[in-house]
């Protein structure tokens, strides 16, 4: 890869996968997070394997923190060429009048403020090399997310928000996509280390036709691709990384008690609701030489 990469939220799950992965391929790093978060112990291990990598700890959501990271990475390495906005935050799950307040606000604060600041601040660096920005979209930010709605609506204005980045930065030669995940192996979708309870994390996994979670390095795998010149004709693209559950219908009609489900009594005289069978009838067969 050869190039000057920052990675936000690189301390941990999908973050540190993606940072690992950019350092085997090459990559120069600067690995962003929260003083508290075991940022630095990325950044060792990928010096002990032999890759360059610097720690930035603070809270990219304001102004001032995102600029200094930006800054840092130059001061390092003297360009930058990727912007990988991963930090982001899952802090509770309910229903939306149950929602606390202050959920929604850290929310706000780690998934949209953090990737806004990050991006109006490495932006003019990124044309002067016609670099890239990656962020973490989710399959959320696509369908929607219950017991979770903020989140899912987060996630939303990232998708928008980088879509019309990649169209406002093209003529600078500056692309933006969006990776967006499902359920991945990382503390947010178990239930002893992240919000869900035991319900929705048997229901999440349940509405993956693939029939498992995501790992941190899959998802890594596609960040790498789309910051890679490989990806050179690729922006304004939603790479979802979810084992299909963008195109599953999901176990939630199971929840849905019988009163509820009921189908309505319609008042249109409609008498062949279950004719027009498109099998193949057997004088069909016959004609076709089946």
């Not at 540190?16 to 630095?40: H, Q, T, Y």
């Not at 600078?172 to 499902?182: C, E």
């Not at 991945?184 to 035991?198: F, L």
Request: hydrophobic share 40%; with cysteine.
């Amino acid at each position: 890869m050869g190039k000057v990469a920052i990675i936000t939220g690189g301390g941990a799950g999908i973050g540190e996968a993606i940072a690992k992965k950019f350092a085997k391929e090459g990559a120069s790093l600067v690995v962003a997070g929260f003083a508290e978060d075991p940022v630095r112990d990325v950044v060792e291990e990928i010096i002990r394997t032999g890759g360059r990598a610097i720690a930035f700890t603070g809270d990219l959501s304001h102004p001032q923190t995102a600029e200094a990271c930006v800054q840092a990475a130059l001061a390092e390495y003297q360009e930058l060429h990727i912007l990988v906005n991963n930090a982001g935050a899952f802090p509770a799950t309910a229903t939306i009048d149950k929602y606390p307040i202050e959920a929604f606000e850290y929310m706000i604060k780690n998934n949209i403020y953090s990737n806004f600041m990050m991006t109006r601040a490495a932006i003019p660096y990124l044309q002067k090399t016609r670099g890239n920005i990656v962020s973490a979209g989710s399959e959320a930010g696509h369908m929607g997310e219950p017991q979770n709605t903020p989140y899912g609506g987060s996630k939303g204005f990232v998708h928008a928000f980088q879509k019309g980045v990649a169209v406002e930065q093209a003529k600078f030669g500056v692309r933006s996509n969006i990776v967006g995940p499902g359920p991945i192996d990382t503390a947010w979708t178990h239930k002893e280390t992240g919000p869900m309870d035991s319900k929705m994390e048997k229901l999440t996994v349940q509405g993956v036709p693939m029939g498992r979670r995501g790992t941190t390095e899959e998802v890594a795998n596609v960040y790498a691709f789309l910051a890679s010149d490989e990806a050179s004709y690729v922006t304004g693209a939603i790479y979802f990384v979810d084992g299909g559950v963008t195109i599953s219908k999901g176990p939630h009609g199971d929840e849905v008690p019988s009163d509820i489900a009921k189908e309505p009594i319609g008042v249109l005289p409609v008498e062949h609701t279950k004719d027009g069978n498109t099998s193949v009838r057997p004088q069909d067969a016959a004609s076709m030489n089946l």
